[in-house]
C-alpha cells in the first residue's frame, strides 16, 4: 500500500506541479486589504483540491479575517490521528522590480519553482494534499485518520486563528499535528525543527512639531524626528549585537549540553546563503545559538519624511518605525514588550514626544524530541531524503504550534521542506522541485511510519 | 505716478487675487517628473502674464531642464535696472492626507489663501508681477528698468540656472536683483534678510545581504542594514545637537558683534510656530545664530524595508537615508561633503557596505546691509508695512542669490512677504493675503526708492 502510494506519486508529478502553480497563481496577500478577495479566492481553491483528492467534511470556516479550510478522511478505524496544518496566505511582493519573473506567474528556472508563496508556504503545503491524494487514489484508504487544518492568515500572525481552534477542540482533536512551513539544510540533509522562536511586533512613533517644517527655517532648533528616532534605536544595540534593552535576556534560558552538542552537528551557510559580508551579532554564541536560542531586536522599516524621487529638504511633524523582537522560550511577549517600552522612556530625549504601539504577541515553542511523531517523522525523511535529520530550532515563529500544544495538547512534528536560501519573503522566493516531490514522498511514509 | 499705481494696485486687488489663483491651480511640481508638463504650463502661464502687464521682450527659455520666462522693460533711460528673480515651481505635496483642502484647489479662509505654491513662491513672485502691471496700466511707464528671470527649477536646486546665467550675463545685466522667496517676522514686522545658508543634499546607502532576508531565519547572525544605518546616522549629533562629523565646523566664521545686536532685536516664536514642546540644538548659540549662521545636518527620510500595511518581518538588503547639510559662509560643500565621507567610513560597522551619493551644493552666502538696494527695500518696507525691517540671516537656501552675486555682480535685495507659520513645504501651505496686497504696494515702492 505504501509502496501503490510512493509509484503514483512518481507518475504523477507532472499533475501536482501544475495543480501547484494554479495554487501559486493566486495572489493571496493577507496582509494588503486589497487582496482580500484573493486570498479568500485561494482558500476556494485548497478546498475544491481536498475534495478531489478525497477529503471529507470540506468546509472554509470565518474566521471574522481571512477564512480557514479544513477537511478529514476518518476511517483508520483505531490508528492514530494527524492534523495537517499550512498556510495558503503569502508576504507581499514589494520590492517588485527586483522580481525576475512576475510574482504570481509561476516560473520554472534549473529545478526551481519561482513564485511568491513558493515555499512559504503554498509548496510546502500542498506537498502533504498531494500525499492523500496520491495514496488515496493508489489505495484507496489512509493508514492513518487525517485531518487538515490550512489557514489564510499565518503572514498577519495568524490573529484568528486560536478562537478557531478553542471553538472546535473536537472538531480538530489529533494525536499529533504534522507541519511543514521550515527549511532544511541541503537536498540531502533534513532538518527537524524541535524549537520556534516567538514573536513581538511593534511600532515606536517619534513626534517633534505638528506639522512638517522647511529644514532651512527651522534646522538646528526643532529636533528632528527622524534624528531622535535614529538615535533611540541605535541604542537597541551594543557594537557586539546584544540587545541593551534592560531585562531583556532575564528569562531567556541557558541551552544544555545535548542541544549544544545537536547544534554543533550543523553547519553554517550563513555567507554563501545571504551573501552578507561578515558574520553579526553576539559573537559569544554560536550562530546556530544567535538564530534559534537567542532573542532579537529587528527595524523593519522606517517612515516619514520624504521618500520619493529628488528631493525634499523637509523636518517631518512624525516619524516612527516598524519593529519586531524573536522571542526564545520562558520569555513572556508581554513582558519585553513592557521592558522595551520602559526602556525607550527611560531613553527618549525630553525635545520629543514618543510612543510604543505593540501589535502580535507570539510566545516561543520547544517540541518534545522523542516524541513518536518525531520519531516517524525522523525515519520519514531518511526513507525520502536518504538521511536522518539534525535537530535544530528554527529561529522563525509559527503560531500555531504554541497553539497545538496549548489548546489541543498534541506534539507538532515540523517536517520543513524548503532549502536556507529559498527567498522567503524576499523578491525571487522559490522551491525546490525536486524537494516538493520528496516532501510528497516523505507525506506518505510519515503516515505509515505514525499508524505503526 | 507712485500715487497712481498703488491707487490702481488697491483698486485691482480681486483682479491680482484671482491671477494667483490661476497660476496656483498648476501642480508645477518639479522634482516630479510626471508634473513636467505642469511645469511647463506654469511657465506658460507666467509668460502669458508678463506680456499682458506689459513687458517686452517675453521669452521662455529652454534650459535643458524645466523652462525658464524672462521679459523685460527697458524704457527708463537713465534709471537704474532691477532684476527680478522668482519661481514657480513648487514642493511634493504629500502627505496628502493632512491637506484640509486640496493643494491645487487655492481656498481662502481667514485671509489665508491656501495652496501648494501660496507662499512658496508663486504668491511672493507674483506680487512683483502685479507690481509692474499696477504701474504700467496706471500711468504708462516704470520708474526703473526692470528684467524678470522666473523659473521652474529652484525646488529642485536650480540645476540649469547658474547656465542659463552665466550664458546670458548681456540679457541679465542689471544693478540690483531684488527677490522674494523668504519670510518676515509678523504682518507689520518686515525683515530684510542679508544672509541665505547653502545646502549639500547627500544619500547614505548602507548594504548587508544580497538580497532580503526573514529576520527569524537571520535575525541575530546577519547585520540589519536599517539598524546599521541607524547607528551611524545617531552619531551624528551629540546630545547637545552639534555635529560630530570632524572638521564641520572649521570654517564657520565668528558673527560679529554688530551682527550679535541685530539678532538680538528679533524676536523668538520658535515653539509657537512649530508646536514643538522644547528648542533643541547647540545651547550655546542664540537661535538666529543657530538657523542663520550655524551649519546644520538633517534626515529627510529613511528608505528600505517594510513601510506598507500590516507588518513583514524582513532583514532588508539595502537601506538609505535622504540628508541634507545647512551650510553658512566660508563653508566649501565640496570639502563637508568630504568630511562627511570620511567620517562614515570611520565610523561604519565592517559588517557592511556604505556608500554616499552627493546631489546638490549650494554654498550660503552673505549681502551688504549697506547697498542702496537694501536701502531702498528698507524704505518700501516701512511705507508699505508700517516699520523698518529687523535684520536677520535666513536660515534656507536661495541658489540664485549667490549666482547673481558671482556671474552678474550685482546685490541682491531679499524682499521676504511670507510669515513664519506659513507652512511651506508641508501640508496646508498659506499665504496671508494683506501681505499679498502689501507686497505689491512694496515692489512699487522699491522701484521708485531704487530711482531716486
Not at 514573536?199 to 534624528?227: F, K, M, W
Not at 534605536?233 to 549585537?241: A, P, R, T, V
Not at 525536486?434 to 514522498?441: A, Q, V, W
Request: proline share 6%.
Amino acid at each position: 500500500m505504501r509502496t501503490d502510494a510512493l509509484n503514483y506519486a512518481k507518475t504523477h508529478r507532472d499533475d501536482y506541479l501544475n495543480d501547484l502553480k494554479a495554487l501559486l497563481s493566486i495572489p493571496s496577500i493577507s496582509t494588503q486589504s486589497e487582496h482580500a478577495d484573493d486570498v479568500k479566492a485561494a482558500a476556494q481553491w485548497v478546498a475544491e483540491r481536498l475534495t478531489a483528492a478525497g477529503m471529507e467534511n470540506v468546509q472554509i470556516m470565518p474566521t471574522g479575517g481571512h477564512p480557514a479550510v479544513y477537511g478529514d478522511w476518518l476511517h483508520a478505524d483505531n490508528a492514530p490521528t494527524v492534523l495537517i496544518y499550512g498556510h495558503y496566505d503569502v508576504q507581499p511582493v514589494d520590492p517588485i522590480n527586483l522580481w525576475k519573473t512576475p510574482p504570481f506567474e509561476p516560473d520554472i528556472r534549473d529545478d526551481y519553482i519561482y513564485a511568491r508563496g513558493a515555499t512559504d508556504d503554498k509548496g510546502q503545503m500542498f506537498a502533504h494534499v498531494a500525499a492523500v491524494d496520491a495514496m488515496l487514489k493508489s489505495g484507496g484508504k489512509l493508514p492513518v485518520n487525517v485531518k487538515f487544518l490550512l489557514e489564510g492568515e499565518e503572514e498577519v500572525g495568524s490573529k484568528n486563528l486560536e478562537r478557531l481552534i478553542t471553538s472546535h477542540t473536537d472538531l480538530l482533536a489529533a494525536d499529533c499535528a504534522l507541519i511543514s512551513d521550515s527549511h532544511i539544510l541541503s537536498p540531502t540533509q533534513p532538518l527537524a525543527a524541535y524549537g520556534l522562536r516567538g514573536l513581538a511586533i511593534l511600532e515606536l512613533a517619534v513626534r517633534s512639531a505638528d506639522h512638517d517644517l522647511h529644514s532651512g527655517q527651522y534646522g538646528g532648533v526643532v529636533h528632528n524626528p527622524l534624528t531622535a528616532l535614529v538615535e533611540i534605536l541605535s541604542k537597541m544595540h551594543n557594537e557586539n549585537g546584544t540587545v541593551q534593552i534592560p531585562g531583556f535576556y532575564d528569562d531567556v534560558l541557558p541551552v544544555s549540553a545535548e542541544e549544544h552538542a545537536l547544534m554543533e552537528k550543523l553547519p553554517d551557510h550563513i555567507l554563501e546563503e545571504t551573501g552578507a559580508k561578515k558574520l553579526w551579532g553576539e559573537k559569544e554564541f554560536s550562530v546556530h545559538e544567535r538564530t534559534g536560542a537567542r532573542p532579537t531586536f529587528e527595524i523593519h522599516g522606517i517612515v516619514g519624511g520624504y521618500t520619493g524621487e529628488g528631493s525634499k529638504t523637509v523636518i517631518p511633524a512624525h516619524a516612527f518605525a516598524k519593529l519586531s523582537m524573536r522571542l526564545v522560550p520562558n520569555q513572556d511577549p508581554e513582558k519585553v514588550i513592557r521592558q522595551f517600552t520602559d526602556y525607550v522612556n527611560s531613553i527618549a530625549p525630553d525635545t520629543v514626544d514618543v510612543e510604543v504601539r505593540a501589535f502580535d504577541r507570539v510566545p516561543a515553542v520547544l517540541v518534545d524530541r522523542h516524541d513518536p511523531a518525531i520519531e516517524a517523522m525522523s525515519a520519514a525523511y531518511e526513507a525520502s531524503f536518504g538521511n536522518t535529520p539534525l535537530f535544530a530550532r528554527e529561529g522563525g515563529s509559527i503560531p500555531v504550534v504554541l497553539m497545538f500544544q496549548q489548546h489541543l495538547g498534541i506534539p507538532v512534528a515540523l517536517m520543513g521542506l524548503g532549502l536556507p536560501d529559498d527567498a522567503l519573503h524576499a523578491p525571487n522566493e522559490r522551491f525546490y522541485l525536486p524537494n516538493f516531490y520528496r516532501g510528497i514522498e516523505a507525506s506518505i511514509h510519515f503516515m505509515h511510519e505514525y499508524a505503526e
